[in-house]
Nanobody, 122 residues
Framework: QVQLVESGGGLVQAGGSLRLSCTAS????????MGWYRQASGTQRELVAA???????NYADSVKGRFTISRDNAKNTVYLQMNSLQLEDTAVYYC????????????????WGQGTQVTVSS
């Protein structure tokens, strides 16, 4: 089993920045991909960004050039630096790690954190 604990959400004005962190514990030897999903009210959960242990990344088109995902393997921690935040970035952000190899994850039975709220105000 893997446990994921997020931190760093909050309220920020449009154009501002936030950094999210997620630390994994438990069976961390099994972890390759770690990533961030988000879910806004009334919408489906969507991939924001993900990164492999080796540093290969995958971003949603809507956040390219504004968000940066990074990872410290020694600390079992993944970060999401969010710049130029927009109103539509408001959502609950979830840290995720897939159970299956060769996937960016997102399945209901993958490992998920409890979520952290990000609210962007005008």
């Amino acid at each position: 089993q893997v446990q994921l604990v997020e931190s760093g959400g909050g309220l920020v004005q449009a154009g501002g920045s936030l950094r999210l962190s997620c630390t994994a514990s438990g069976s961390i030897f099994s972890i390759n991909v770690m990533g961030w999903y988000r879910q806004a009210s009334g919408t489906q959960r969507e991939l924001v960004a993900a990164i492999t242990r080796g540093g290969h990344t995958n971003y949603a088109d809507s956040v390219k050039g504004r968000f940066t995902i990074s990872r410290d393997n020694a600390k079992n921690t993944v970060y999401l630096q969010m710049n130029s935040l927009q109103l539509e970035d408001t959502a609950v952000y979830y840290c995720m790690s897939p159970k299956a190899r060769g996937t960016w994850g997102g399945a209901d039975d993958d490992y998920w954190g409890q979520g952290t709220q990000v609210t962007v105000s005008s």
